[in-house]
DNA sequence: GCGTCATTTCCATTATTCTGGAATCGTGGA
DNA sequence: TCCACGATTCCAGAATAATGGAAATGACGC
């Protein structure tokens, strides 16, 4: 629960949606913190803060190479959210919004 | 993406979760304002202001009925946020992260 | 070790959000 | 019309989050 609300504060930023759309188009090799500061013009300082709350929240993973820190988006965490979000979908009885069902989620 | 930030901020918080969990869980009937603050046990301002963000985001929705309003989870806007979230997973190359593909989502 | 470059921490300022009591509005029944 | 009740608005105080310059940390090559 607590995580949950976490995961999605850290999405509910500007900053810090596009960042995690950048690193989820980037997929599991990331980016580093500089070519996310450079894609997106931001001041090294914002942008740390908001990479350590994405990180904080889990939906993010931060590896270091060599001199840099790579960050990568976290499919995982992300579908446990999603799964959060629809858990007892109409307490267990058939489901009229019939939207739900279609997805495969390329 | 505005309304994305919306709707993610409009979860991102303990009571306003609650709430939506709630209605989910109640399905396209919904709940009335009364039964959501006795069930959560919240005084009428506070949930009024929260449903209002709630709604606001396109994440639930309000009828009135009678003297009772009655709201209910919006499940097709729900279930656009999460697709614009995994929007160009992996920039359209084969996606390793496989729990995004096994969704189906009763 | 020293300079360089990537990233983070520190800090103060500014802006936004949450909370709930009291007053108000709106609907329906008597 | 008047009352009762459900829900919302008003308001102000308290708490929390975002921003970015400057200084500090950490890693690598020389």
Redesign the pocket.
Known sequence: MTHAVDAL?ALA????LKVYRLLVEAGPEGL????I?EELD????????????LARSGLVR?R?E?????YSADFQNMNALVGYLTENCCGGRACAPSTLRKRKTA
Chains 1, 2 share one sequence.
């Open positions: 504060a930023q500007e900053t810090r580093s913190a500089g070519l500061g931001l001041p090294p300082a914002t942008l740390s803060f908001h990479l350590a709350h931060s270091q060599g001199r840099f820190v790579i």
